[in-house]
């Protein structure tokens, strides 16, 4: 946090000494004010713009002023060129005598040390030569119009066009100066793209030819397609995994030409397609897997004597020691001896393997003799025990607590990869209170064991092993145990789990099956006033007090995670993600006469049903900017002994910083219910507010400003429903006829500090329309003003946060 306040403190410093991002120009020179492109028809802006060199500096309109520049003229107040080159280049002349020293004593433990420490000094040194110290590299330079780069981008421009099949585009510029600005003007003639009039393929290898034929359809060049370079770059990267993948061990894409023929009248292409044959052989032959060996490298010499080997499945094993199984490396391994080579089947091995958790690494490289292939997969195992803690701040409704938490795991635990994992965690979290104490800190601990087995405990049947092993089956059972302090009560709960997982090849989907989720709940404390509150609800209907009983609550779950182009990467492609859910809690209790909970109930039991759908999108505009929503669709119902009832855990919760950020977390709704009003005559939010169904929507468009630091501006809408009228809550509940009158919407401003490895998030959230109000009053936007820029008071809320909110 100090971090961001100095940082804030330079750029509004800067702003204060008010440079003008033409200020101190040299006599003519001029700053990039603007790029512009024109006359383009066919090929995106959004294409083009990344060749362009040259960007001008993000500027607050109308008022020729950039944050960037300033903090950047700022920090290089205090930036002394000379001195930073004269010590980078003592640092490297003490770093080569330590080289020199290390040469002579190679094991000298001190001088490894410092050489480590002078390494990492040159480079830091290095880096603050080129870019300037922290603050100049946090803004940037103004940027000065280089005709040689305009140059450079008008002929990157070009070819781009002509890769694209514009082979007779024609693009220049014009630069317009007005004082110390410069407005740079790209005009493009795209003119007519070239099409594809035909393709041929020509070899002397008759199996390749026919395997072409055969994947014909699946070609990345296709006849009356424009002419595309990128797609023939494609084309060669499929021919080459195709062969491969059938055998072809020895083949390359170098042994792949294309030839382009021109036809200017008609502004057509003929493509050829040539495979050339190799100079070491008279052919480009079938490679068959003759033999496997797999390896298990001893950690230290120690062992090598105590070697053990075995054959499964036509492998021959080696360990260190009897200590692994043959069995669960066998199903990782996806490829056979008298098989064809195929080279997906090697990665997706090797993947797999790595997957497994047990070794530093996984080579596997290949013997050729003649056109036998022997495969040999050589490992060494992993540490056997890790130990690993981490010191955080976790946020709950916007105020930070501290945690510590610590990780322990054995591999290998019973010879068959398992893995055995303890996990601990304490720690405070800020909540608001439920009654009448205000904010304060909220403790938590948890405890928990699992063991991880590398395969499907169930079914049991032959071959299942090798069935599954390509999806990276996972099972864990866990026993657990967490307790929460808070001042209304002390909560308590054991919990186990058996949980099933698995992915596809490709990681695009992802599986999880939880076949026994099981809980014990205990609240053994509660305050007097907590109690009443809970009561009095009781009184108006509201049986929420039945949920703080002893309780024991079980259900099966499932949930896929479907990843589009790798959504969580944040790059330039576009990318979504979709996350189901569905759940059935208390199943079993079907099969048994169990009593339902009523008021005389001391020990309570639920079933339940539950949904929910959560898809998110990210769609990049350039480099610096990015559209990105998020739609999340819930529903929970209770039924059977239940009387209603869900269990607290399992109510759906609207606002907060990753929901609708208007509202504080867990506070806004259900429907249009009216909180009560405090003294002051505003909402009371202190209650939270469970709900039976979730409908909410997020919209984000972010941009980098200068460095570290990104800003967002945003739109959420959406509330909370209860299904069915409750009393004690009027207008909670959901009706296909109202709804839509009652959809909460907050907007904002937020800002990030982007450091790759950690994003911090500061998002300023209003309140536009407000579902408590009467209807014809919920417009509230209205009430800010130049002497209340944040509302009425609480119609403003300030999330601090880890990471993006979705």
């Not at 900017?625 to 002994?641: E, M, S």
């Amino acid at each position: 946090m100090k971090f961001i306040k100095y940082i804030l403190f330079i750029g509004v410093l800067g702003g204060l000494l008010g440079c003008s991002v033409t200020k101190n120009i040299p006599e003519g020179k001029y700053v990039l004010f603007e790029n512009e492109l024109e006359g383009l028809e066919k090929v995106s802006k959004e294409d083009i713009d990344p060749l362009i060199l040259q960007e001008p500096n993000t500027r607050i309109p109308l008022l020729n002023y950039s944050l960037g520049v300033n903090i950047y003229r700022f920090g290089k107040q205090f930036y002394d060129s000379a001195a930073v080159s004269e010590k980078l280049a003592l640092k490297r002349q003490e770093l080569d005598s330590i080289g020199t020293l290390r040469g002579e004593n190679p094991d000298n433990r001190k001088l490894i040390k410092r050489q480590d420490k002078l390494e990492s000094k040159v480079k830091s040194l290095e880096k603050k030569e080129e870019f300037g110290n922290l603050v100049m590299r946090t803004g940037n330079p103004a940027t000065v119009l280089d005709s040689a780069e305009t140059k450079i981008s008008v002929s990157e421009i070009n070819s781009y066009l002509y890769n694209k099949g514009f082979m007779d585009a024609e693009v220049d510029f014009q630069v317009e100066t007005k004082k110390n600005k410069a407005f740079v003007t790209y005009q493009i003639n795209e003119r007519k793209p070239y099409i594809i009039d035909s393709i041929s393929v020509r070899s002397d290898n008759a199996e390749i030819l026919s395997l072409l034929k055969r994947t014909k359809a699946e070609s990345e060049i296709k006849v009356n397609q424009n002419y595309d370079q990128d797609k023939i770059v494609a084309e060669r990267n499929r021919v080459e995994e195709l062969l491969k993948n059938n055998g072809f061990f020895m083949f390359s894409k170098s042994f792949i030409e294309y030839n382009v023929f021109q036809d200017t009248s008609k502004k057509t292409v003929v493509i050829e397609e040539l495979i050339r044959k190799p100079t070491f052989t008279e052919k480009h032959e079938i490679y068959s897997i003759d033999s496997i060996y797999f390896r298990v490298n001893p950690p230290t010499n120690d062992f090598i004597d105590q070697k053990i080997t075995r054959e499964f499945r036509d492998i021959d094993f080696s360990f260190y020691k009897d200590r692994y199984s043959e069995k669960i490396f066998a199903s990782r391994i996806f490829f056979n001896t008298g098989n064809k080579y195929n080279r997906s089947d090697v990665l997706e091995s090797q993947k797999q393997l790595n997957n497994l958790d047990l070794f530093r690494f996984v080579n596997i490289s290949f013997d050729t003799l003649g056109t036998s292939l022997t495969a040999k997969v050589i490992t060494q195992p992993n540490q056997k025990y890790q130990l690993t803690n981490q010191l955080g701040l976790s946020v709950t409704e916007q105020l930070p607590g501290p945690f510590f938490s610590a990780s322990l795991r054995n591999r290998n635990f019973f010879r068959a990869g398992e893995i055995l994992e303890f996990n601990f965690r304490v720690g405070l979290e800020g909540v608001a209170s439920a009654t009448d104490q205000g904010v304060y800190q909220s403790k938590e601990l948890g405890t928990s064991a699992s063991v991880i087995f590398p395969r499907f405990l169930i079914p049991f049947f032959p071959r299942s092993l090798e069935k599954f092993g390509r999806y990276n089956p996972n099972t864990r059972t866990s026993i657990g145990f967490n307790y929460t302090n808070r001042p209304e009560y002390t909560r308590s709960g054991l919990n186990g789990l058996l949980s099933y997982s698995w992915a596809t090849r490709n990681n695009r989907q992802q599986f999880t099956l939880n076949l026994a989720d099981i809980n014990y709940i205990r609240t053994p404390k509660m305050t007097p006033e907590f109690l009443e509150v809970l009561t009095d609800l009781a009184e108006q209907g509201n049986n929420l007090i039945w949920s703080f009983l002893p309780s024991i609550v079980s259900s099966i779950s499932g949930q896929t995670i479907i990843n589009f182009n790798k959504y969580g990467n944040f790059e330039t492609n576009r990318s979504s993600l979709l996350k189901l859910f569905i759940e059935s809690g208390g199943t079993t209790f079907n099969f048994f006469n169990t009593p339902s909970i009523d008021e005389t109930t001391d020990f309570a039991r639920f079933q339940w049903l539950k949904f929910q759908a959560d898809f998110r999108r990210y769609l990049p505009i350039d480099k610096k900017q990015t559209i990105a929503y998020r739609l999340n669709f819930g529903i929970a119902q209770p039924y059977g002994l239940s009387s209603g009832i869900l269990p607290y855990e399992k109510y759906f919760f609207a606002g907060g910083g990753t929901s609708i950020r208007a509202w504080q977390a867990r506070r806004l709704g259900p429907g249009s219910f009216t909180p009560q009003v405090n003294e002051q005559g505003y909402f009371d939010y202190r209650f939270e507010q469970p709900a039976e169904m979730l409908l909410e929507t997020m919209l984000e468009y972010r941009r980098n400003l200068v460095g570290y630091f990104d800003m967002a501006l945003f739109i959420d809408a959406g509330n909370s429903w209860n299904i069915g009228v409750e009393p004690s809550r009027p207008s909670s509940d959901f009706r296909f006829d109202r709804f839509y009158k009652e959809i909460a919407v907050g907007t904002g401003i937020g800002l990030r500090m982007d450091f790759d490895f950690l994003i911090i998030r500061l998002d300023m959230a209003t309140k536009a329309i407000d579902p408590a109000r009467p209807e014809g009053e919920r417009w509230i936007l209205n009430k800010l003003s130049f002497k209340r820029p944040l509302g009425e008071k609480g119609q403003t809320v300030f999330n601090f946060g880890i990471g993006y909110p979705f």
